[in-house]
């Protein structure tokens, strides 16, 4: 007969957190999302929450500031670069797209001064399969 599966507690085996650490722990990961742009998503702060406590886990408020400063200042580097990472990808898209639009009607244009013997005319089967393989 198979065995019921295990359930584990969240918190089972976990140090206990002492509300000094908690507090401590709380000013850290506020000051890194206090460094965001305004343009930062909700889910932008928690990841960055999340990543702040994940990388200060081995740390407590008795190490020194200055290497907790360092581990902050590190993680809202990254958390800001991937930000602005992806705006740029979105701009580059935008961009992309206008381009293209625009080069079609470049190239519908140049059609327009080509002989008609070359390029059919104006809403012929030949006009219409070549501006279809532009």
């Given at each position: 007969?198979?065995?019921?599966?295990?359930?584990?507690?969240?918190?089972?085996?976990?140090?206990?957190?002492?509300?000094?650490?908690?507090?401590?722990?709380?000013?850290?990961?506020?000051?890194?999302?206090?460094?965001?742009?305004?343009?930062?998503?909700?889910a932008?702060?928690?990841?960055?929450?999340?990543?702040?406590?994940?990388?200060?886990?081995?740390?407590?408020?008795?190490?020194?500031?200055?290497?907790?400063?360092?581990?902050?200042?590190?993680?809202?580097?990254?958390?800001?670069?991937?930000?602005?990472?992806?705006?740029?990808?979105?701009?580059?898209?935008?961009?992309?797209?206008?381009?293209?639009a625009?080069?079609?009607?470049?190239?519908?244009?140049?059609?327009?001064g080509?002989?008609?013997?070359?390029?059919?005319?104006?809403?012929?089967?030949q006009?219409?399969?070549?501006?279809?393989?532009?």
């Open positions: 007969m198979p065995r019921a599966p295990r359930v584990r507690d969240g918190d089972a085996g976990a140090a206990p957190v002492s509300g000094l650490r908690r507090a401590w722990l709380s000013r850290s990961k506020e000051a890194a999302v206090q460094q965001l742009p305004a343009s930062a998503t909700p932008d702060r928690a990841k960055l929450r999340s990543a702040v406590e994940r990388e200060l886990r081995g740390h407590g408020p008795d190490d020194p500031a200055a290497e907790i400063q360092d581990i902050v200042a590190t993680m809202v580097s990254e958390t800001v670069g991937a930000l602005e990472h992806a705006e740029r990808q979105v701009r580059l898209a935008e961009r992309k797209a206008e381009l293209i625009m080069s079609h009607l470049a190239l519908e244009l140049l059609l327009e080509c002989p008609a013997f070359l390029v059919g005319t104006a809403g012929s089967r006009r219409t399969q070549i501006a279809g393989m532009l």
